[in-house]
């Protein structure tokens, strides 16, 4: 059963940073691309970032290239997206995705709120 359980949102000030954390179960993170979008309030979800599973490149959303970096832990089967730099347009509820054999699987969510 495939699970995927995001963590580490929160209210952080503008040029600060947090880590995200995505902890997948049912398959192995580093056997299938793994993407984390966002939601902001009243918008549509929009793709953040990606971690392909053979060979591991990366590819990010123009506006938060330079200031997160998607990365895995296969050892613990856990997605992060490291966060810095901070802006308010970056708040936004997070989750994190997986398309396994054809199905698209998403997490609940963690909120990251970015204001003073």
């Known amino acids: 059963q495939v699970q995927l359980v995001e963590s580490g949102g929160g209210l952080v000030q503008p040029g600060g940073s947090l880590r995200l954390s995505c902890e997948a179960s049912g398959f192995r993170v580093s056997d299938y691309t793994m993407r984390w979008y966002r939601q902001a309030p009243g918008k549509v979800r929009e793709f953040v970032a990606s971690i392909f599973g053979v060979g591991g490149s990366t590819d990010y959303v123009t506006s938060v290239r330079g200031r997160f970096t998607i990365s895995r832990d296969n050892a613990k089967n856990i997605l992060y997206l490291q966060m810095n730099s901070l802006r308010p347009e970056d708040t936004a509820v997070y989750y994190c995705?997986?398309?396994?054999?054809?199905?698209?699987?998403w997490g609940k969510g963690t909120l990251v709120t970015v204001s003073s």
């Open positions: 995705h997986v398309r396994r054999v054809g199905m698209d699987y």
